[in-house]
């Protein structure tokens, strides 16, 4: 295994989001090949790394492109539809990646992604690209610095006090 800095922080956390939400693989797009197994995420580097800046900080910016195949197409479609939500906006997915001062962002719109595999087998492929940015890089990690369990709050219920009425309001979740 390569030190866990940089890019492969990145594939690492990134695995670690998918396995929890979408227990599946992932693989790099060049060595995904046929697989007996589907649903299954793959990624490719459009930008392996750049500075952000022309100083000597310590900030690196990487951009992926990331691309669920499946034998479904509406499979393909969802996951990779959920998956660009979940990094752009899960707080507790997002959390996987901030622990280790890396952000992704500029997560852009899910398209299908034509490719012949080489059989008859259907296999569609839908996907995105998404930045992330790398604060501290070079910083190496060990996986047991890093935590991985989910933690997103749902609010069911606001209760609260009109300061000027006196009046309580209550807001529970399933009348919203």
């Not at 697989?35 to 392996?48: M, Q």
């Not at 899960?90 to 996987?96: H, K, Q, T, V």
Request: with cysteine; hydrophobic share 35%; glycine share 6%.
């Amino acid at each position: 295994m390569p030190p866990m800095m940089d890019n492969y922080l990145v594939i690492y956390q990134l695995i670690q989001v998918v396995n929890q939400k979408y227990h599946c693989g992932v693989y790099p797009q060049m060595n995904a090949g046929l697989r007996s197994n589907y649903p299954f995420i793959t990624y490719d580097w459009v930008d392996p790394g750049s500075d952000v800046t022309l100083d000597e900080t310590d900030v690196m910016e990487v951009r992926l492109q990331i691309d669920v195949q499946a034998t479904d197409m509406y499979e393909a479609l969802n996951t990779a539809n959920d998956l660009r939500k979940t990094l752009a906006h899960s707080y507790g997915y997002r959390g996987f990646f901030k622990q280790a001062h890396v952000i992704p962002h500029n997560v852009s719109g899910t398209s299908p992604r034509d490719f012949y595999n080489g059989t008859q087998l259907p296999v569609y492929r839908f996907g995105f690209d998404c930045s992330f940015s790398i604060y501290r890089a070079g910083t190496i990690y060990k996986p047991e610095d890093l935590n991985f369990e989910f933690n997103e709050t749902t609010i069911e219920s606001i209760k609260a006090m009109n300061q000027m009425t006196g009046k309580e309001i209550n807001v529970r979740k399933e009348e919203l």
